[in-house]
């Protein structure tokens, strides 16, 4: 069992910048970050596999960067140039492989952290 912590949340205006951080119990070689805002579907932002490859949605790629620490069990998401439309419940989850945003794939979530984004 993987246990999944993340911090960093808060509220910024548009434009601003947050990093938000997830500490993994454990190595597992896929880590990614998904969100939900209210009245949507859970939808994945950006993915790392084996602290390597990466992957973004296209809502977010040139804005968020995905990284690893060297250990690979600390997941960090910067959120650059940030926009209303990215307000929302943000989850580090975790699985075995990283082949697309299906949140079926992935086994571990942790418990959240809430971003708001003001206009």
């Known amino acids: 069992q993987v246990e999944l912590v993340e911090s960093g949340g808060g509220s910024v205006e548009t434009g601003g910048s947050l990093r938000l951080s997830c500490a993994a119990s454990?190595?597992?070689?896929?880590l990614a970050w998904f969100r939900q805002a209210p009245g949507k579907e859970r939808e994945g932002v950006a993915s790392i596999d084996s602290g390597v490859r990466t992957s973004y949605a296209d809502s977010v790629k040139g804005r968020f960067t995905i990284s690893t620490d060297n250990t690979k069990k600390i997941l960090y998401l910067q959120m650059n140039s940030l926009k209303p439309e990215d307000s929302a419940m943000y989850y580090c989850?975790?699985?075995?492989?990283?082949?697309?945003?299906?949140?079926?794939?992935?086994?571990?979530w942790g418990q959240g952290v809430q971003v708001t984004v003001s206009s």
């Open positions: 989850v975790a699985g075995t492989y990283c082949a697309s945003f299906r949140t079926s794939e992935y086994d571990y």
């Open positions: 454990e190595y597992i070689s896929c």
